[in-house]
């Protein structure tokens, strides 16, 4: 299952980041902050009507500060075009259109997209006297909201909804394959692993327009499975407007990261781990997707004896949150180990869809119990009656315990390595609830 993706563009100031956050703002998440990690406000899990969905505010891509206000709006727009299901078109209704409003609306009429237009600043009753100019636009039915007041938000909601294709969203059809995303920030390596891994055919061959929207996808086999590879950076190829957006490439690596199985996040070896980097895995790990560190151009390296091992801990070092994923050292270049990344790959895919049988976790949680006792407070003594592991794709467990207050991060730690002595779980995040007795053990 993946989830749509809705982008909102506009000018400046009409009123998108706080249409942005009053929607996602109201999100029930179970997703935990991962340290290090600094997060941006572009794109965001949002649910409405027990629908959940992808929240990209265009507004927070912006190209270099030198381009003028319609040229940022089109790189905006062709973001949104690239990425989402369906697009919502912006404009203040205080103001009235602008000609940066009508340029962008005819990049949007060309495409084959759905829009919804949507009048911000509508606060009162009344709507302004040009409101029916906007049907100009050539859009359909103007939506009239207040973002700030939350009102009209629900109807333009539920006239995106009505666009979504759920069915496609919901069933996946390529249930049955392993879908491999390769992310990381420009020049890398990402298209040159791409490339060396399925042929120089392929470039031709997927270079259709509109066939994909944030990537182009290649299906292939290896040793009788089934696989599709996520090329984030094929993109760049078609649309040279947003190359040089920084912020563009973590957004299209959200968007990747979402359809995925197993996210391959390429690191350059001769510059080791940016601020950029960290942001990206962090996406990776907070999804629950399986993770491979790719060190790519290790070529470039100039080696002695440790020069593995050393980097090796240097990446663990930086990106605590994720030791569990394997790293593997590649050179697109000469083709070093890239048979065995997708290897990997398909045993982190395995390891992510593993169960443990609740008999041997129980015995496994009492003998950790037995070795180091749960944490106290306060005379109160944590207690562990029950566990069972209640999901997979990433694993995640539930405890039925006491207090659960008394859990304290470093033992909950303490139970994650526990379990992965055991079970290994390599490549994959594994998730934890706590729940004390009478709470029903649904999420
Ligand atoms: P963005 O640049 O499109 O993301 O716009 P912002 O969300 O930053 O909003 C720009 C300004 O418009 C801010 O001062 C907001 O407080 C204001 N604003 C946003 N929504 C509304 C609204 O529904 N009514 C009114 N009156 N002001 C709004
Ligand atoms: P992307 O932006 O992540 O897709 O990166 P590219 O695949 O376009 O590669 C960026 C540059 O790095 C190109 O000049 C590649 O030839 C070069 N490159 C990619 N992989 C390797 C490698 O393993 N070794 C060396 N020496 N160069 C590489």
New binding site residues.
């Given amino acids: 299952m993946s989830k749509p993706i809705v982008a909102v563009v506009g000018r400046p100031n009409v009123g998108k980041s706080t249409f942005f956050n009053k929607i996602v703002g109201r999100r029930v998440s179970i997703v935990e902050d991962t340290p290090g990690v600094t997060r941006d406000r572009i794109i965001a899990e949002a649910e409405w009507a027990s629908k959940f969905f992808m929240l990209i505010d265009t507004g927070g891509i912006e190209p270099a500060s030198t381009e003028t206000i319609p040229a940022q709006m089109r790189a905006q727009a062709e973001v949104a075009m690239d990425m989402a299901d369906v697009i919502i078109f912006m404009v203040d209704a205080k103001e009235g259109l602008t000609h940066a409003d009508r340029d962008v609306a005819d990049i949007l009429r060309r495409k084959n997209k759905d829009v919804v237009l949507v009048a911000n600043k509508v606060d009162g009753r009344r709507l302004p006297d040009d409101f029916y100019d906007l049907y100009e636009l050539g859009l359909g039915e103007p939506f009239a909201v207040s973002a700030a007041n939350q009102t009209g938000l629900g109807d333009v909601l539920e006239e995106v909804f009505s666009k979504i294709n759920w069915e496609e969203h919901e069933h996946d059809s390529d249930e049955d394959k392993v879908k491999i995303a390769i992310i ?1 920030k ?8 791409v490339n060396a891994l399925l042929g120089e055919e392929r470039v031709i061959v997927s270079d259709i327009a509109g066939t994909t929207r944030d990537s182009i996808d290649t299906p292939f086999e290896k040793d009788g499975t089934l696989y599709i590879l996520i090329d984030t ?1 094929g993109i ?1 190829r078609r649309s040279k407007i947003y190359d040089d957006i920084e912020k563009f490439s973590v957004v299209r690596a959200v968007a990747a990261i979402e359809r995925c199985d197993v996210a391959l996040f ?1 690191i350059d070896a001769t510059e080791g781990l940016t601020e950029q980097d960290k942001k990206i895995a962090g996406i990776a790990h907070e999804a629950g997707k399986g993770i491979v560190i790719v060190v ?5 390296v100039a080696k002695e004896t440790n020069t593995m091992r050393d980097m090796t801990r240097k990446i663990t070092g930086e990106l605590q949150f994720m030791s569990y994923a394997p790293i593997v050292f ?5 083709g070093t180990r890239l048979p065995q990344l997708i290897d990997t790959a398909y045993s982190v895919s395995e390891n992510r869809a593993m169960r443990v049988s609740t008999g041997q976790l129980n015995s496994l949680i009492q003998d950790a119990m037995l070795m180091q006792s749960p944490p106290s407070d306060k005379g109160r003594r944590l207690k562990i009656y029950y566990a069972a592991q209640i999901g997979v794709k990433p694993p995640l467990f539930s405890f039925q315990v006491n207090d659960r207050e008394l859990m304290h991060f470093s033992y909950a730690r303490y139970l994650e390595n526990k379990i992965r002595d055991a079970y290994g779980f390599v490549g994959t995040s594994i998730k934890f609830v706590f729940r004390e007795k009478g709470e029903s053990s649904q999420l």
């Fill in positions: 990381g420009p020049n890398v390596g990402k298209s040159s692993i950076a760049r390429v790519n151009k290790w070529d470039l590649t050179s697109a270049v000469k």
